[in-house]
């Protein structure tokens, strides 16, 4: 495989391996985003306290805090933006600024338990998509977990406009064409699974909007089984995951 110059990639406004969705307020995403993660992911990543750990587009490192709390001892976060690496040490988190092609092209084969994408994989475009992928797998131990999200272009009211909204998105999923580009990929037992924004339980706020996303995701179902369509997954963004089995 020939070595990947990051200043070739599509995305230059926002580079695929810095993290960009934070908010303006850095400190309160330590506990906004960590909610988020905490909801969404953390019972789809291994019991082993000891596995090893790579957050790519770590950002000030929301997850990597979130994960250090929770007991996880081997991890290492990498992400091209300087200023947030300096967020995520001030947190006493290891973390490095790397451009994620180049340092995983560096790293051995096989390396990992797990590699978790933080940044949309719209942000690569479909053939760098397919290199990121191939790259990923080859430095996971057999076994090991890819873990990734991106936009749902299934949903009728954001899917476009996500697209649409930013200059370095170049493309959107759906739950079929994650799995499909993830199994392409060569990754095992592949799980697409929608991520619930609404995470803060303390706020009766957030029961309310439940509500109402049930409600209207089942009328996005029924118009879509009306046009012979099947999707079942509606949330703004979705979430996948795979294994290198061998």
């Known amino acids: 495989m020939n070595m990947t110059d990051s200043n070739d990639l599509a995305a ?3 580079p695929f391996d810095s993290y960009w969705e934070g908010p303006e307020n850095v400190e309160k995403g330590y506990r ?9 992911y953390l019972e789809r990543l291994p019991a082993n306290r000891s596995a090893r750990i790579l957050v790519v587009s770590c950002g000030p490192g929301y997850l990597l805090k979130l994960l250090a709390d929770e007991g996880y001892t081997d991890l290492f976060g990498i992400d091209s933006d300087a200023e947030k690496i300096e967020h995520a040490k001030g947190k006493g988190l290891d973390c490095g600024c ?12 096989g390396h990992y338990d797990v590699i978790f994408c933080e940044q949309e994989l719209n942000h690569l475009t479909k053939r760098e998509m397919l290199r990121f992928l191939a790259l990923v797998r080859t430095k ?21 406009e996500a697209l649409a ?12 064409t994650f799995d499909q580009v993830l199994s392409h990929s060569g990754f095992e ?13 303390r706020n009766p706020a957030n029961y309310a909007l439940l509500l109402y996303t049930k409600v209207l995701y089942a009328y996005f179902r029924l118009m879509f089984i009306i046009h012979g ?12 995951l795979g294994y290198r089995r061998s």
């Open 12 to 14: 230059q406004f926002e």
């Open 32 to 40: 906004t985003l960590g909610a988020f993660y905490e909801d969404n």
């Open 98 to 109: 790397e451009r994620a092609f180049e340092y995983l092209e560096r790293a051995a084969d």
């Open 140 to 160: 996971l131990k057999v076994g090991g977990l890819f873990v990734a999200h991106g936009l749902n272009g299934a949903n009728p009211i954001t899917g476009a």
């Open 165 to 176: 909204q930013n200059f370095d998105h170049y493309n959107t999923f759906t739950a079929y």
């Open 189 to 201: 037992d592949v799980e697409i699974f929608p991520l619930n924004l609404y995470v803060f339980w």
């Open 229 to 240: 369509k099947h999707n079942k997954l509606w949330t703004k963004k979705i979430g996948g």
